[in-house]
């Protein structure tokens, strides 16, 4: 068994491999035809611009994306600036540099990797899940009878922030910048996925294709390891399932069948604020043209965040949004599984955590409030505000680097729910409707509680949850997204996830159950 | 300032100072030789196994002692001084009281086996034994082999956390069964079941005649009296605990097993308390132990006696008996009182269900004539706490019990349900026909 782990995690890393290879080679060479239709698609009428692609670029063959890049945004960047300075400002090139190499780059790609698109998935992709399968399977019988599994954590590199947590973190936060900032060196990757993009939408596939088609992948791999690991706990069980299931159907094949319908692409599940830019112009306008179909994600997005959103919570917490559907919480509650206990429990960490959360959902519903102002009075500045700016900072600071860069590249640091904790404003909106009115609790049992501290250790949200068990009070806490492991490592029977009545919800207690009981009367003055 | 000095920061002294605090403005000294901060010993097994950090085992932030003003020494008390009312540390410095509450725990249980103090041969109840034992069975290569003697709740945490790094560990037990001094047979019975399952090599009824020493003073094999010798590296004496009270020898503190104490937690001795492990009960307390080395009793005691100190005389009067632990992967969790064969009385009777497949299973244990519910032990199943309670409160009848007992189910969401075959083996046996009533959430949160 351990020999075929070993092979598996040798599979795995030549596919990581070659995957992370990639973005550096591969042949480009942009065709005159190539040049004439990006010049079309992007309505490019820069002279300039044109010139010195013709001078630099057209015609020669270029190896790897990274030779080829610079050579367009430079010249992008010199023709902009020229522009600028002519005052021609209708010459001006307002597609980014970076998407337009992605673009120019997608367009022209020959060679080896484009012409065996298929072979190439199985070599990155392919050897990638075989060989993390044949790591993860294996745990059935390695790991014993079934029951908690947490035996070294603590000793294993890997999972005590040791040289490959943070290989991990460098290739995490490397990988997201490139998407974020950088999408033309993923446009090999993207010739890897055509095949099912063309499958599904009908169009060839961008960097975010491979990143939702990589994301989806990622979870099911990493749910086979849940379902092991948890295979003694039926909640972990279904609600894996669950949010997989929603991170598949709802994130990935739906929104990508509906363009191929031609309708906008939608995430039927995405809240807002978290789909924070649901509200901008430019989505708006889109849904507006779209007919039937676009009013109704309209008012199905509006009815999502004020109805159906608070008053599922009321009924089971933020749980049901958090870890059984949210595709962020999805690949928290997969791949992030084994870093879980990282999070900070420090009370200083709480104090940042409550001024970081709500200054984001402030942040979120302002930007928000100026962009419907400005839609309706299409102004594009609030009391001097350039609300195209503020959105941009959002995107970037929020949207990018949060998110995305911090949120999931500091997993193995600083545990798998950064985002959701720290910055996600859709958590600190659920978070104000659970803390103030929810039949959702976590019960401590009575006395039980012997104060070891797995619960708090293994909480991602970074909740002293032995705080309150130890004192026998029910846990209410706004950031609990009911992941359900606290109850599930507790080897006392202490902790349970339910829904119940509001009244003696909260239950401060200073004398545990267990002891006199005129002392206890006595002291828990309710 | 009245000065209240704590001896021993574990849970019991701990809780006491908590509540001081939080009822006065007293000053307090909390001393201990075994750890700058309160730690939770239950957790120390996570610790070696790699599930935490030692901590992650301390329940409070290191600010906390100071904001709280709970002045903490690390120190080894040698002796009491009553008279003049002060402790006398190792260092030879000097600490004056005004009260002293003793809360100094246990240590493990020797019973003069020769080669008992050899090196590789220890206990585990203390941060130091945890040091020790990760220096002496770091991996399965220094460790070729583990024996645990005595077959308690340490021993077989012990022998669990051996086995997670993979140490062969031979694990004697002077009973025919597992725990059966305490467990019913039918549990016992499982729980040895469940210990084979795990690679451990389970001796019943066998007892530790010797430990052999090698050339440089270690334990390499153990003699048991049934004649065999087993290699190995790490011995574990897991028998049981003591109070740990030695340096209170000729302080003038009645003892006996442990500090004796009335109802009040008060010795002999004006203005000095002894509450948790050490602590012994003049008068055993209903069914229970004059000295209960529980967790839970341990900060019962500390809350109570806070109580008295600051000026609310009150009675150490626990409430219904309960209790828990965890046997490998077992969750076992206790209500009321069950007894074993070995210790119940003829009124007691049992009912006892298996789960045909799974380690899981239940005894209640009823008056066999009034058929009142005295208690119930489950394995695999976890109960709420309050509801249990309140039965026990009302006198419930074991009838009672059975046809609400889904009220009283506190397994996390969608898991297998257990009560309609529980009560259907119930109802065939004794002759009934009980039904068992849908979960009630008005009936679990009635007394709110």
């Known amino acids: 068994m351990q020999i075929i782990k070993k092979i598996g995690l040798f599979i795995f890393l030549i596919g990581l491999t070659i995957f992370t290879i990639l973005p550096f080679i591969g042949e480009f060479k942009v065709t005159p035809a190539t040049m004439d239709q990006i010049i079309q698609q992007k309505g490019i009428s820069s002279e300039i611009f044109i010139q010195g692609m013709e001078e630099n670029v057209v015609g020669k063959q270029f190896q790897g994306m990274l030779s080829l890049s610079p050579k367009i945004t430079q010249t992008l960047e010199a023709a902009n600036a020229q522009h600028r300075k002519d005052k021609e400002y209708k010459k001006i090139i307002y597609t980014g540099p970076h998407d337009l190499a992605a673009a120019v780059g997608k367009a022209s790609g020959s060679g080896f990797i484009v012409e065996n698109k298929g072979l190439m998935w199985f070599l990155t992709f392919g050897l990638g899940i075989l060989g993390a399968l044949l790591f993860i399977i294996p745990n059935i019988v390695l790991l014993g009878k079934k029951g908690v599994k947490n035996n070294g954590i603590y000793h294993e590199n890997a999972t005590n922030r040791g040289w490959i947590a943070w290989m991990v973190f460098v290739f995490l936060v490397s990988f997201y910048l490139v998407l974020y900032f950088r999408s033309e060196y993923a446009v090999n990757w993207t010739y890897l996925v055509d095949p099912i993009s063309e499958f599904l939408s009908g169009n060839p596939a961008g960097h975010w294709f491979v990143y939702g088609f990589m994301y989806c992948t990622v979870m099911t791999v990493m749910a086979v390891r849940m379902y092991i690991k948890y295979r003694h706990n039926m909640y972990q069980m279904v609600r894996t399932t669950s949010v997989l299931f929603f991170q598949i159907v709802f994130a990935f094949l739906i929104p990508e069948i509906m363009v191929r319908l031609q309708m906008p692409y939608y995430d039927f599940k995405n809240a807002f604020p978290l789909d924070y830019d649901f509200f901008f112009q430019w989505n708006l306008k889109s849904l507006l043209n779209s007919g039937g179909i676009g009013l109704f994600i309209l008012v199905w997005g509006i009815v999502l965040t004020l109805v159906i959103v608070p008053v599922m919570v009321y009924f089971f917490g933020k749980r049901w949004y958090c870890s059984w559907v949210c595709g962020c919480g999805g690949l928290a509650e997969t791949l992030g599984d084994p870093y879980r206990q990282h999070s900070s429990k420090s009370l200083f960490s709480w104090k940042v955590e409550r001024w970081l959360v709500h200054g984001v959902l402030v942040f979120a519903v302002g930007m928000t409030l100026m962009t419907l102002y400005s839609f309706f009075t299409e102004s594009g500045t609030v009391l001097g505000l350039k609300t195209q700016s503020v959105q941009n900072t959002y995107s970037l600071l929020i949207g990018a680097f949060f998110a995305g860069v911090i949120g999931t590249g500091f997993y193995p640091i600083f545990g798998n729910r950064v985002w959701c904790r720290f910055g996600c404003p859709l958590a600190a909106y659920l978070g104000f409707v659970q803390r103030f009115k929810s039949r959702f609790r976590i019960t401590t049992n009575g006395g039980q509680c012997i104060s070891c501290g797995n619960c708090s250790t293994y909480c991602e949200q970074g909740i002293d949850v032995r705080a309150y068990a130890q004192k026998g009070e029910n846990i209410i806490r706004s950031s609990c997204v009911g992941c359900g492991i606290c109850s599930a490592v507790c080897p006392r029977g202490v902790l349970k996830l339910e829904n119940g009545p509001l009244k003696g919800r909260i239950n401060p207690t200073e004398i545990l159950l267990g002891n006199d009981v005129d002392l206890m009367d006595l002291v828990n003055k309710k | ?448």
């Open chain 2, 1 to 448: 300032m009245e000065h209240i000095v704590i001896i021993g920061n574990g849970i019991s002294g701990i809780t006491a100072a908590r509540h001081i605090r939080k009822l006065s403005d007293k000053k307090i000294t909390i001393i201990s030789a075994e750890s700058d901060y309160f730690f939770s010993r239950t957790a120390l097994m996570y610790v070696y196994m790699g599930h935490m950090k030692f901590e992650h085992t301390q329940p409070y932030e290191n600010w906390f002692w100071k904001k709280n003003r709970l002045n903490l020494v690390n120190g080894y008390v040698t002796k009491v001084d009553t008279a003049s009312k002060k402790v006398i540390l190792k260092s030879s410095e000097e600490i004056g009281y005004d009260k002293l509450i003793i809360a100094t725990g246990s240590k493990p249980n020797k019973f003069g086996w020769p080669g008992q103090d050899l090196k590789g041969v220890q206990g585990l109840y203390s941060k130091q034994d945890l040091e020790l034992l990760q220096a002496n069975a770091p991996n399965n290569e220094i460790c070729k082999r583990a024996v645990i003697v005595g077959g308690g709740l340490i021993g077989i945490e012990l022998a669990e956390m051996l086995r997670s790094r993979d140490i062969p560990v031979t694990f004697l037990v002077r009973e025919n069964s597992f725990w059966n001094g305490v467990l019913p047979q039918g549990e016992s019975q499982m729980i040895n079941e469940h210990i084979l399952e795990h690679h451990i090599d389970l001796k019943l009824d066998t007892n530790l005649k010797e430990i052999i020493s090698d050339e440089n003073g270690w334990a390499n094999a153990v003699v048991t009296d049934k004649g065999e010798t087993i290699q190995c590296t790490v011995v574990g004496l897991t028998a049981g605990v003591t109070p740990n009270i030695d340096f209170l020898k000729g302080s003038g503190i009645e003892t006996g097993k442990g500090v004796k104490v009335n109802n009040f937690l008060e010795t002999n001795i004006a203005d000095v308390y002894a509450i948790g492990d050490c602590a012994e009960q003049h008068e055993a307390i209903g069914s229970r132990r004059p000295v209960e080395a529980v967790w839970y009793t341990g900060r019962m005691m500390g809350e109570t006696l806070a109580q008295t100190i600051c000026g609310n005389k009150r009675a150490y009067n626990p409430g219904h008996w309960f209790n828990s632990a965890k046997f490998l992967d077992i969750e076992y969790q206790t209500y009321g009182w069950v007894f074993s064969e070995k210790s119940k009385k003829d009124h007691e009777q049992h009912f006892h269900w298996r789960h045909p497949k799974e380690k899981i299973c239940v005894t209640i244990a009823f008056h066999k004539d009034t058929k009142q519910f005295l208690g119930i032990n489950t394995f695999g199943i976890r109960m709420r706490h309050e509801i249990l309670d309140r039965w026990l409160t009302e006198n419930r009848s074991i009838a009672y019990v059975m046809e609400f007992l889904k009220d009283a189910n506190f397994d996390p969401e969608f898991y297998a349900e257990y009560e309609k075959a529980i009560v259907s083996q119930y109802n065939s046996q004794f002759g009934t026909n009980i039904t068992p009533k849908k979960k009630s959430w008005k009936r679990i949160f009635s007394n709110i």
